[in-house]
Structures are given as C-alpha cells and as structure tokens.
C-alpha cells in the first residue's frame, strides 16, 4: 500500500516535470545563435552564407527577416567625435530584431507578467503592444491577433560589465 | 401690428386704393399685388415674381386682362422690376436698380429695387402714392425702429443693407418656415434658380464690411484627402525611387519602387480622423507629434491623417502634398507582407542605409534626445524624399 503511495507521488511529481519543460521546449527560439555583444557581422555571414543580405545589417533568412544592429566604434575608442559605449569589438551585434515569416501566437511564449512591461513602442502602429524584459534585453511586439510581430533583443540590464568605463 | 406691436403688415396706396400688400408671418415676408381694372373693378393678384394669384371676378366683358403687373409695358427688367412699376404710376419699367425717377423714397429718385427691398423687410413702413410732393412725386415715410423712433438718414441705412436685395429676399423665403400658412408658396425650384443667378451688386448702393461679412458665405474648415492622392504619392515615389528601392530593401520588405503602386492598392482605408488618435493617446499635447498612422484590422489594412483644417484652409495645394508624404511614409509600415513594420524596425532599415559615421551620430543623438521610435525613419525620409534640394 505504502508502495503503491509513492509510486503514484513518483507519477504526478514526473507529470508535472514533464509538463513544465515541455512548456520551455515549446517556447519559441528566435535567437538564430547570436550573441550579443559578442557575434561579429563575419560570425553572421559565416553562418548564413546564402541568406539575402539587403543592406549592411538586414538579412532576408527562410523564417523570416533579420534587422541587425552592428556596433560603430572599435571597442571605446572615441571615433566620429562621439564616446563609445561598449568594450566589444567593432562590427559586434549591438542590437536585433527578427521578424517571423510565420508567426507564433503570443500563447506559444508562456510569458510570465510579473517579468515583462507592457508598452505600446510603435506610435505610428498604435495596435501593436510589447512586452519588454529589461534584465534579460528582450522585447516581444504582438499584432492585435496575437500573432508575434517581432522579437528584438538588446543590451539588458545584465550587460553592463561590458560597458566602456568613460561611456554612459 | 400684432399684439406685441410689431409691424405685420403694409400697404401701398395709389389714387386712393390698394396697390400693393406686403405681410409677415413669422421670418416669413411677402407682398402681393392687387391690380384694379379701373373701367371694371376687377381685381387681379399677383405675387411679387408676377405669378398670377386669383382674381375677385371676371371681366364682365370677358377680356382678358393677363397676369402682369397691369401699370408695366414690356417684358424687360426681370426681377423685381416688375415690382416697382406699381410704385409708380406711369408705364416705364425700369431695371430694379436703375434710378431712372421710376421710384422715389421721401422724394428722392431712388432705386426701385432698394424701395422695394425696403417695403418686403419692413424697412418702409408705408408708401403712399396718394400723397406727392410739390413734384407730384409719391412720398415714402422713413422706417421706425419698433419704439416708434424715425430713423436718420435713411441712406446710410440703406448702404448697410444687402448686396442683391432679390437674393436676400428669396433666400428669406428658401429659409422661411415649411409649416407657413401662406396658399402661395413659390416654386422652391424656381427660386433656386433664381438664386444661382450671378449677384448683381447695385453699384449705387455702397456694400459695408460688416454686410459683406454677413453676405458672405461663413468659410468652413475641411481638410480633405485630395482626388489624386495616388498619383500624388507615386510623384513623391518617383522623385526619390533609388531611395525608396534601397529602403524597401533593407527593411526586408519583397515590394520596391516599382511594385509600390500594388504596395499603395494595398490599403483599404485612408481617411482623415482623429478618432484613432484619441483612442491610441496621441498627439493629446501641442502640436502634431504624429501626422499618421498605420492599423491593421481583420486583415484590412488602414491609414489615417490627423486633421489639420487650419492648414487646409490656408494653402490647400500644400496641405495635400503633406498628406501624400504622410501616406508614402505610412506604406513603408504596410510594406511586410504578413502584418507591419514597426517604427524600430523603420529606424533600423534607416540606420543600415546609414554610414557608420552617420549611423553612430545618429544613434548619438536619438539617444541623447531621447527620440521617439520611428524618428530616425521620418527623418530620413525628410531628407531623401520630401525636402530634397530646399
């Protein structure tokens, strides 16, 4: 009886594990391995060697549309007249968004509230709302359906050991 | 007068019976035409356009006698010329504004037209042909205010009076009370025609600023899309294609300069309101922070204006420009193909078109000034596109 017991604690203990990181699995991944502040432009083009390059930073990949944002300056050095801000090497990704070809549904994302601001960024597509993780540098634009417009990921909180001493 | 004494009906007198009878009922004002058969006493009524009313009985000697003012030869004069004739005795007809001793106001040659347009809006209070001066000319007493009081220089007066009085006069009746009890309504066709005649302003008579200001038709703000807004926004296209293919293309977008026509046919509403503004919280403050948007809804997609009628009412030609630049720039949001572009991504696909030099100055500044998302796209659209070469 006693066996049967833990037996049956064991199942419902394992249901719950199962259930909890299928959920993670099925979030989906729109970091196409990049890394930020750390993959270069020559990281990217070596990875997507056959993708549809538009213009410096804009990729046309086969799920969707990569918009990146390469740093300007040669770690913090001062160049253009203008301070530097990150102690990453020139062309590192600072910044991008991805826009999904076919878009998950906001569902799909298990996002925790307590974890994300809500903000309507886009003042000329007043529709839109984003949902922005400060700390982690992530921010999810949906469409009034609940489709993922684009996620864009940029230097959050975490980031700061890597900034230039003199930058802001 | 009625009960409260103000004046509801006048009479014009010659050789000592009713020549003519103007009435108010309400707004409403009218003057009717009696016309006495001197050899049979039969009695003709005509409405002030010369409309035939009825008569009280017929020629014992069954002649017709018509329907025209029996005092006018001719048919020339048009308008409220056949009025006046019946002012005065003799058979010339006048033009109404002609001041040809046909009419006469205290004894001065006046215009008919003014001394008609003075008896319909009560402004004489009673002609009386009866009584002349030394010339034998009919004497018209000056118009009272309502306490009783003559008012001086009846002229001045006058001059304050309106451009056409036969316009004035119709346009009364245009507006004049349906539920009026008066059995001879006219034609509202006829007066319609009447009024779109061209105003023949009476230059005898001098038009103040403040009657001009009340003649004159109020203006009404309207800002409103122009017919060609297309054609205008593939003109803006082709002034600057080379940008717009480059930008399309670092948007990611699969349109280009010369698929931007379908991009355009794209949207199914383009529309002036403030109403989506108001509900997104936009341009609240002062001034225009955003002069469109881009919506999409069940598939649909939108563009609105913000209105700005003051701009319109200014400089029309320059106002549709602007809301052609507004539309060119909202199609770059509708330019992906499954839903739109955000204004990050719109500042992105500038910053890639971007030097690195400008890129960082750019990035610099938006940061500094803490620039709102789609600014760097609407200022570089600003520089390659809409003020190119100013």
């Not at chain 2, 009025?83 to 106001?105: I, K, R």
């Not at chain 2, 610099?364 to 600003?382: E, L, M, P, S």
């Amino acid at each position: 009886m006693r066996k049967t017991k833990l037996a049956m604690l064991l199942l419902v203990c394992e249901i719950i594990v199962s259930v909890i990181t299928s959920s993670a699995q099925a979030q989906p991944d729109m970091r196409h391995g990049i890394t930020l502040l750390r993959t270069t432009r020559f990281d990217l083009e070596a990875k997507y060697p056959n993708s549809d390059q538009r213009a410096v930073g804009t990729y046309v990949l086969p799920d969707g549309i990569l918009l990146v944002d390469f740093y300007e300056f040669d770690r913090c050095k001062p160049s253009y007249g203008l301070k530097p801000t990150w102690d990453v090497p020139k062309w590192a990704v600072e910044e991008y968004t991805f826009i999904p070809t076919t878009p998950p549904m906001f569902n799909d994302f298990h996002l925790d509230p307590i974890h994300f601001r809500t903000e309507r960024e886009s003042p000329h597509v007043p529709d839109l709302i984003s949902y922005i993780n400060d700390i982690e540098g992530v921010d999810y634009t949906f469409n009034p359906d609940g489709t993922l417009n684009q996620v864009r990921y940029f230097p959050g909180t975490r980031s700061g050991n890597h900034r230039c001493p003199q930058g802001d | 007068m009625n009960q409260f004494g103000v004046k509801q009906q006048g009479m014009v007198f010659a050789d000592g019976g009713i020549l003519a009878k103007q009435w108010k009922n309400g707004s409403f004002e009218k003057v009717r035409w009696e016309h006495t058969n001197p050899a049979t006493g039969v009695i003709w009524r005509t409405d002030d356009s010369g409309t035939l009313l009825g008569r009280e009985e017929l020629d014992p000697l069954g002649a017709e006698m018509g329907k025209v003012n029996p005092y006018t030869s001719g048919s020339g004069g048009g308008g409220t010329g056949g009025d006046c004739e019946g002012v005065h005795v003799h058979t010339q007809q006048p033009a109404a504004n002609d001041v040809d001793g046909s009419c006469y106001l205290n004894g001065v040659a006046a215009p008919c037209g003014t001394v008609m347009n003075m008896l319909n809006h009560g402004g004489a209070t009673q002609i009386d042909l009866s009584k002349t001066d030394d010339m034998g000319r009919p004497q018209v007493r000056e118009p009272k205010t309502p306490d009783g009081v003559e008012i001086a220089g009846i002229w001045g007066k006058l001059k304050s009076l309106f451009k056409n009085p036969r316009a004035k006069e119709l346009s009364d009746r245009l507006s004049a009370d349906s539920s009026t009890e008066d059995p001879y309504e006219p034609d509202p066709q006829e007066l319609k025609e009447a009024l779109d005649k061209p105003i023949i302003v009476n230059s005898d008579i001098h038009v103040s600023e403040s009657a001009h200001a009340s003649s004159d038709r109020p203006t009404i703000p309207t800002d409103t899309l122009p017919t060609n807004l297309r054609e205008r926004v593939l003109r803006i296209r082709d002034g600057c294609a080379e940008y717009t293919n480059n930008y399309l293309r670092a948007l990611g977008s699969g349109y280009n300069s010369l698929t931007f026509g379908a991009l355009y046919d794209r949207i199914k509403t383009i529309e002036i309101s403030s109403e989506p503004y108001a509900k997104a919280g936009l341009n609240t403050g002062e001034g225009m922070s955003y002069p469109g948007l881009s919506t999409t809804n069940n598939n649909s997609r939108q563009v609105y204006i913000y209105p700005d009628e003051r701009t319109a009412n200014s400089n029309q030609e320059f106002r549709w420009n602007k809301i052609a630049e507004t539309v060119f720039f909202e199609l770059f949001h509708h330019a992906n193909s499954g839903s739109t572009y955000t204004d990050q991504a719109m500042d992105n696909a500038a910053l890639n078109l971007m030097s690195a030099k400008d890129k960082a100055a750019t990035k610099d500044q938006a940061h500094r000034d803490k620039w709102r998302n789609g600014t760097i796209a609407n200022r570089a659209f600003n520089a390659n596109c809409f003020n190119r070469g100013k």
